[in-house]
C-alpha cells in the first residue's frame, strides 16, 4: 500500500517517527508521501526522505499557511520552491490549494489563487504532478484548473467533493484520494464519491497526525492505519482488499512515478 498524503514531517511524530515509519512497513506500507506545508520544512524534510527508502517529499504552501507568512514574500518563496524541487528530490508540488474558511481569517482568496497558480506553473515547467487541497472552493479550483491545466496530472488529497462533481474533475486529469472519513460509521458522502471515481484515478492516504479512522478517532493518525481506509474503499466499491491494495498502489506508482526514472 501506498501512503499518498502523510504529514510525516509534522511535529506530532517528533518522539517516534522511525518507530511511525517501522509500524508501517509491519502494517504493509511500502511507500510515504510526505507533502510540506511551508518553506520552513522544505530543505529539512527533502533531507529526511532522502535517507529513508520509501519515503518521497512533495514540497509546497499549504493555503492555511499563508496567514502567517508576509504577502510580499510570496514571490520569493515560490522562485525558491521552483529552485529546490528543480535539484530534484521531490515527487510532486503541494500540498498546494484553496480553504475557503482561510480566506475569511487571513489569507483573501484571490491572493490563495494566485498563489496556487504560482504552483501549477511550477509544476509544468517541471513536468510534476500536483497534490491539491480544495475545501469548501469546488468552483474556484475547477476554474484554475480549467485554466492552467495539469499536464502530469494532480490528486486531490481527502477528496471531500461530491459524487456528482467526479466526473468535470477527473477530465481535468485528477485522481482522488481518500481517507479516515470513509471509515466513519455515519460516512455516505465519501464513500458515494468513492464509488463514482473511475478506478484507474483512485488513490489511498492517511493525512495523518490528522483524520484519524475509526475505530481510533480521537487519537493520533499515522500511516500504519491506512488499511481501515483501504478496508472502508473496498466495501464501498465492491472489491476485496487485495484487489484495491493493487490497484491503489499502481495508479499512485503511476502519477508521482514512484519507483521509475524521470526523463
Known amino acids: 500500500m501506498i501512503d499518498t498524503h502523510c504529514h510525516l514531517d509534522a511535529a506530532a511524530f517528533d518522539a517516534d517517527r522511525e518507530e511511525v515509519l517501522d509500524r508501517a512497513r509491519g502494517a504493509g506500507v511500502t511507500d510515504v508521501v510526505v507533502p510540506a506545508v511551508e518553506p520552513a520544512g522544505w530543505e529539512r524534510l527533502l533531507a529526511f526522505a532522502a535517507a529513508h527508502p520509501g519515503v518521497h517529499a512533495a514540497l509546497g504552501i499549504h493555503p492555511q499557511a499563508l496567514p502567517g507568512i508576509d504577502p510580499a514574500d510570496d514571490d520569493r518563496h515560490l522562485a525558491d520552491l521552483e ?12 500540498e498546494c490549494g484553496l480553504d475557503g474558511p482561510t480566506a475569511a481569517n487571513g489569507a483573501p482568496l484571490d491572493r490563495q489563487r494566485a498563489v496556487m497558480r504560482g504552483h501549477l506553473a511550477i509544476a509544468r515547467r517541471l513536468g510534476l504532478p ?4 480544495s475545501f469548501r472552493v469546488p468552483d474556484a479550483m475547477r476554474e484554475d484548473l480549467e485554466r492552467d491545466g495539469l499536464p502530469a496530472g494532480g490528486a486531490l488529497h481527502s477528496f471531500s467533493g461530491s459524487a456528482e462533481q467526479v466526473p468535470a474533475l477527473a477530465a ?16 455516505r458522502k465519501p464513500l458515494d464519491a ?11 492516504e492517511t493525512d495523518a497526525p490528522d483524520q484519524t479512522p475509526h475505530p481510533h ?23 476485496t482488499p487485495d484487489e484495491v491494495d ?3 498502489t499502481g495508479n499512485a506508482r503511476r502519477l508521482l512515478r514512484l519507483g521509475m526514472a524521470r526523463s
Not at 529552485?83 to 503541494?94: P, Q
Not at 500536483?130 to 487541497?133: E, Q, R
Not at 468513492?194 to 489511498?204: G, H, N, T
Not at 478496508?231 to 465492491?238: E, F, H, L, Q, T
Request: net charge positive; proline share 6%.
Open 83 to 94: 529552485r529546490l524541487l528543480g535539484r530534484g528530490g521531490a515527487v510532486a508540488v503541494g
Open 130 to 133: 500536483v497534490l491539491l487541497h
Open 172 to 187: 481535468l486529469g485528477l485522481h482522488f484520494s481518500f481517507a479516515g472519513p470513509v471509515t466513519y460509521e455515519s460516512a
Open 194 to 204: 468513492a464509488r463514482a471515481v473511475p478506478r484507474d484515478r483512485l488513490l489511498l
Open 217 to 239: 478517532r480521537g487519537s493520533r493518525n499515522e500511516p500504519a492505519r491506512l488499511p481501515l481506509v483501504r478496508d472502508a474503499v473496498a466495501r464501498a466499491i465492491g472489491a
Open 246 to 248: 493493487a490497484l491503489t
